[in-house]
């Protein structure tokens, strides 16, 4: 076998050499409490604040609206859930999409469990929320409307800018998980009318267990968890100092690289999207042509299980997912594929391909080159594909 062809890098990517070796001093020789008042201490407390101001530069906000949390699903939960709390009185409903990740969902969940009301956007067959029910589901006592940046199946980029101005327009919260954005396409908080956006590390060639919570100056919310002043006595708990210097690095090496890492992924992407369409029939794209992460195709196949296209997958070496990684190991058809309209059937046969930067040619025509085989193979075995052929 060759080497491994990783494609799955939406469900987590692999910690970039540069960003390892910023990381190292601070796990040794500047291993200490940025709250002491030692200079050693004093260092790593200004490495701190650096880390803050690169992040914060990279979005357009201040580095005071930049909050260090554990992941992903911890930005997501503080600020839904913060944001729910501190504004009760105002009224309890809020709005998401039926595409979010299970960070929003959940939480979402929680919060109905305790009172609150929830509305649960549709989306087009592309993925898409429309701006026209989302205005129309505002109401008074509205305080929320959570909407991912990008969809982590899928790839849709949503309307963000747009989503924000009805927002503002009606006075009303608007928190993005941008987990699977941030890093990857330029983001600006201001032009694009964000008051809350979720961040995690370990989708940009960080660590696992990093991540943030931007917050917009002025915005009522909770403090997350209760304990010591840091983070400005919003999200107590020591700082994970290696882990935020690590962040930050990725994050800096990221936007510097952008351009280029984007116009690499797209060639990929287009390519691998054109030949599999063109050589696999009864093949489809999931999610928008165009308004997608460059890093991520989504293709359904008739016929077959997602799952076995994964085995016979990783029996090559290649590592792709069916859909998200928290619901592989169930049964049931992905919650995305099913609010794009995909019958249950097909939702169960398609494939997420997500590549990165170093995603090389070789690697995609590897992928192209094998799928239709697999494909064709497992159709052979499908007694549905049997009593399709013999009914046509
Ligand atoms: C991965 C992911 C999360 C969760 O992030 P963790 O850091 O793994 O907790 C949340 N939202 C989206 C869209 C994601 O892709």
């Not at 990783?6 to 990381?23: C, E, G, H, I, P």
């Not at 960070?103 to 919060?111: D, N, R, S």
């Not at 697999?374 to 013999?390: A, Q």
Request: charged fraction near 25%; glycine fraction near 6%; hydrophobic fraction near 40%.
């Amino acid at each position: 076998m060759g080497k491994l062809i990783y494609m799955d890098n939406a469900a987590t990517t692999f910690v970039d050499k540069r960003v390892l070796d910023a990381m190292i001093p601070y796990l040794s020789d500047k291993c200490f409490n940025p709250s002491s008042i030692y200079d050693g201490a004093q260092d790593v407390h200004e490495a701190l604040d650096n880390a803050r101001e690169t992040i914060a530069k990279s979005l357009n906000a201040s580095p005071r609206e930049i909050y260090f949390t554990s992941c992903g699903t911890e930005s997501d939960n503080w600020a839904i859930k913060g944001v729910a709390h501190a504004n009760a009185d105002k009224g309890k409903h809020l709005i998401t999409s039926k595409i979010e990740h299970h960070a929003v969902l959940h939480t979402m969940k929680a919060l109905e469990r305790e009172g609150f009301e929830v509305t649960y956007l549709d989306v087009d067959s592309n993925g898409f929320v429309s701006l026209s029910e989302l205005e129309k589901a505002i109401r008074p006592d509205t305080i929320l409307v959570s909407i991912m940046y990008a969809n982590n199946e899928i790839g849709t980029i949503e309307p963000i800018k747009e989503i924000g101005e009805i927002c503002r327009k009606k006075g009303v919260y608007f928190h993005v998980d941008a987990v699977q954005a941030y890093a990857h396409v330029p983001i600006d908080v201001v032009a694009e009318n964000i008051d809350m956006l979720s961040v995690s590390g370990h989708k940009f060639n960080a660590m696992k267990g990093t991540g943030f919570l931007y917050i917009k100056k002025g915005v009522k919310i909770n403090t997350f968890m209760d304990g010591g002043a840091q983070e400005r006595n919003k999200r107590a708990g020591t700082e994970n100092v290696a882990g935020i210097v690590g962040m930050a690095k990725a994050s800096e090496i990221a936007f510097a690289e952008m351009d280029k890492r984007i116009k690499h992924e797209i060639e990929i992407r287009d390519y691998m999207i054109d030949r599999i369409l063109k050589e696999i029939p009864y093949s489809k794209l999931n999610g928008d042509r165009n308004k997608r992460l460059p890093n991520n195709l989504n293709i359904g196949f008739e016929f077959i299980e997602g799952e076995s296209m994964l085995l016979a997958l990783n029996d090559l070496g290649v590592y792709a997912s069916s859909g998200s990684a928290c619901t592989s190991g169930s049964l049931d058809p992905s919650h995305v594929l099913l609010a794009i309209g995909l019958p249950h059937e097909k939702a169960h046969g398609s494939l997420r391909l997500s590549i990165s930067h170093e995603t090389t040619m070789d690697d995609a025509k590897f992928v192209c080159d094998n799928l239709p085989k697999i494909v064709e193979r497992l159709r052979s075995m499908s007694p549905l594909y049997e009593d399709f052929v013999k009914n046509k």
